[in-house]
């Protein structure tokens, strides 16, 4: 059997992984900006994050949700303090489409209704309701396509106000990201997400805060969207929070109630991925690495506005995007075949940065320098 083709795939082998560091099977290291899309938060290999995994596999490793598992509680109990977010509920389950999924349905068994509002350019990702309210229509199959949900300009306070009070009625809920990730780095104004809450408050509609890619500590904040000061109604969040292990959940404002079965999953919550998204909270904890997230995040912008040929330097603490003109197209490729750095990508021409949130600025320095070089010498 052959593996089905879905993936450009560069011809690099990883084999090894460290902090912020990765290596190939040939031995050649690479500085890891691209966190293996955001998914690194506390470094590769953390030291308590391999052994609290190790430890866990030895005791038990998995058994099903009709059981009480003492970790899902410690875990729910950790992230409320962390997000600072202890009055709401937590559900758990493998990824960020299944986290999103489950938020948008959670809504419509709340209010009843139908309608979802997403923005344009957002991703959400690719399973059938995650990807209804994903702005790309290439990866929409048919069966996929719903009358149910409306696509609004990103940012658009006047489109967002007319609709609602047009539809209020019907709108079962609000679903953005905090950061658009896939879309480019673009920030969701903090009025606008004011805007969304008072919305959602005065039509009955939730608001889904999708921090899949931009929560879990990467811009300084826990999830991006607390910056506007406005509390969603569910946090969905994936990436980070097992550091690798897959693991996602939602977080539940109190107004929504639990019902037996209303949600569920085989894996999700499991001992193992407790485990993991403990020990990575633990060290965002410890580690303090909110704070250094907003620090080297704010140097990085700093320095990469000062460089003349880039356009523009979008994002917030560690979840930066450098839109480079149409003629740098190579930059990216130079960057990960000439300087060993790993970086991700947005359409047309972004260079998407999300490295892990131990990043030191000395690594950030090794980045620039490379960055630097390239565009001079283009
Ligand atoms: C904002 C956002 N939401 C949801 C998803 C989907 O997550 P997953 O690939 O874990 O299903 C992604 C993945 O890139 C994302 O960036």
Redesign the pocket.
């Known amino acids: 059997m052959k593996l089905f083709d879905v993936y450009p795939l560069n011809d690099i082998v990883i084999d090894k992984a460290q902090g912020s560091y990765v290596w190939d099977d040939k031995g050649q290291q690479y500085l890891d900006m691209y966190g293996g ?2 998914v690194i938060s506390i470094g590769h290999t953390h030291p308590h994050y391999v052994k609290r995994l190790e430890d866990q596999l030895h005791k038990v490793g998995f058994y099903s949700n009709s059981v009480k598992i003492p970790l899902q509680v410690q875990l729910a109990q950790k992230l409320g303090e962390v997000s600072g977010k202890e009055d709401y509920h937590l559900f758990l389950c493998n ?6 999924e489950n938020a948008l349905k959670l809504a419509s068994f709340y209010n009843g209704r139908k309608k979802i509002v997403a923005f344009t350019k957002a ?5 059938s309701l ?1 990807v209804a309210v994903t702005d790309n229509p290439n990866i929409v199959a048919p069966v996929n396509q719903t009358g149910n949900v409306v696509f609004l300009p990103f940012n658009d306070e006047v489109a967002l106000e007319k609709y609602f009070n047009e539809n209020g009625n019907d709108i079962s809920s609000v679903i953005i ?1 905090g950061i ?3 879309g480019g780095i673009n920030v969701a104004n903090d009025s606008f997400l004011q805007k969304i809450r008072s919305l959602c408050d005065e039509y009955n509609a939730v608001y889904i805060a ?1 921090s ?3 929560g879990y500590g990467r811009t300084g904040k826990f999830y991006s969207q607390d910056f506007s000061g406005a509390n969603a109604d569910i946090y ?1 969040m ?2 980070g929070m097992g550091n690798g292990f897959p693991v ?1 959940g939602i977080s539940i404002a109190p107004k929504l109630k639990a019902k037996h079965f209303m949600l569920g999953t085989t894996f999700g919550g499991n001992h193992l991925a407790c485990a993991a998204a403990l020990s990575v909270l633990e060290i965002i904890e410890e580690d303090a690495l909110m704070q250094n997230a907003a620090t080297v995040g704010s140097y990085l912008i700093e320095e990469l506005k000062k460089m003349p040929k880039i356009l523009e330097v979008r994002g917030r603490g560690l979840m930066i995007g450098i839109a480079l003109p149409d003629e740098l197209k190579e930059v990216k490729k130079n960057l990960l075949f000439k300087h060993k750095i790993f970086t991700g990508e947005s359409k047309p021409n972004v260079i998407r940065l999300l490295p892990a949130l131990s990043i030191s600025k000395k690594e950030a320095d090794l980045f620039l320098k490379a960055l630097k070089s390239e565009l001079e010498s283009e």
């Open positions: 899309h955001a990824s960020g489409a299944e986290a999103n991703f959400h990702g690719r399973t995650a990201e658009q990730g896939v999708d899949v890619q931009c969905t994936a990436k996602a």
